[in-house]
């Protein structure tokens, strides 16, 4: 073999080499992209979401995504919570794009959007009309998408799920079960409570709700309702629980050998003397989603010593209005559940 054999033996292997060197760099790159959500290394501390386009000084709350992540619908409320409308903003050009009004919400109070799994369906809370009537309390109402990946009218689910008392908030697994929070008559709180219930889904039907008492709900006030696509812990907004930090707080029951365990507290990383609560789980299960009230006066107390910077914390994204907060499941001593998408 002559020199300049070697030489053009030892170029095309030189490329060779930095072209698949790159094609593994663009592989990997591309599937740390897959989420558009997604940070790099372990996300152990919680931050703000899309700030200045989902995250801003107004009220929002409860983020929940599409199962490519690529779609963020949430709720905005008109503060104190006179109207609450379904928003949602998509992932375009390497950015969260402008958020748009839902095309079912706008009118009525509507809030809490939660996808399926399979991003097929949207659950979420509303007082809108029922056989003309609008409604004195907040139901359960399904939405779904259509052949052209549009959303069809919403639904109201039966009286297997609703009845005449306040159905908060709901979520469904991957079997199709929808669990949710009432406080209809029986609640271990006595009259006015809430507690956690599920109907599972049967040849296409609900079944009558079940009263959840295995260790998952309480005489506390329980609220929002997560459940992980496999089953196998439910997120919840609990008020005034055991061992909170004041106001709302978001603890976590595990299914163990079938049984729930008692729920726990998700610590100070989740949980602050503020309202912290709707929590969700992104659609790759890694990361946890939840809307906080904390503003500016959080953490190491430091003294206002000018008008000019009161007015700006108060105009601020910390002004004490909901945003939405991101952190790792893993940070809070959770199993990423197991999550199947069609």
């Not at 006179?82 to 950015?95: H, P």
């Not at 004490?320 to 999550?339: M, T």
Request: overall charge positive; charged content about 25%.
């Amino acid at each position: 073999m002559n020199r300049k054999t070697k030489i053009r033996l030892l170029i095309v292997a030189a490329t060779v080499t930095v072209l698949a060197s790159s094609y593994a760099r663009k592989s990997i790159h591309s599937l740390s992209d897959t989420y558009p959500y997604s940070h790099k290394g372990v996300l152990s501390d919680p931050v703000l979401f899309a700030e200045g386009v989902i995250d801003t000084k107004d009220d929002e709350f409860g983020g929940t995504f599409t199962p490519d992540g690529k779609t963020c619908y949430f709720s905005k409320s008109v503060l104190p919570f006179y109207l609450d409308i379904i928003c949602y903003s998509e992932f375009k050009n390497g950015e969260w794009q402008t958020p748009r009004v839902a095309p079912f919400s706008g009118t009525y109070r509507d809030f809490d959007p939660v996808f399926s799994p399979d991003g097929k369906k949207m659950v979420f809370t509303s007082n809108r009309p029922v056989d003309g009537k609008l409604r004195t309390d907040y139901d359960i109402w399904m939405v779904t998408k259509t052949k052209g990946n549009k959303w069809g009218e919403p639904i109201h689910l039966d009286t297997t799920i609703n009845s005449n008392y306040d159905e908060h908030f709901a979520s469904i697994a991957a079997s199709g079960t929808i669990y949710f929070s009432s406080n209809r008559p029986g609640a271990m709180g006595g009259p006015g409570d809430a507690d956690f219930y599920y109907s599972k889904l049967v040849n296409g039907h609900y079944t009558k709700a079940v009263h959840l008492t295995d260790s998952v709900s309480t005489p506390y006030y329980e609220l929002d309702c997560v459940i992980a696509p496999d089953e196998s812990f439910l997120l919840m907004g609990v008020y005034g629980g055991k061992g909170g930090y004041g106001n709302y707080d978001i603890y976590v029951s595990e299914k163990v050998n079938g049984k729930w365990t008692p729920s726990r507290n998700l610590g100070p990383k989740v949980n602050t003397p503020f309202r912290d609560y709707s929590p969700r789980i992104s659609p790759d299960g890694k990361y946890l989603f939840f809307t906080s009230e904390r503003d500016f006066s959080a953490g190491p107390r430091k003294a206002i010593t000018s008008f000019g910077e009161l007015k700006k914390n108060f105009h601020s994204i910390l002004n004490g209005s909901g945003n939405i907060y991101q952190i790792e499941l893993s940070a809070l001593g959770l199993k990423r559940p197991k999550v199947k998408h069609d």
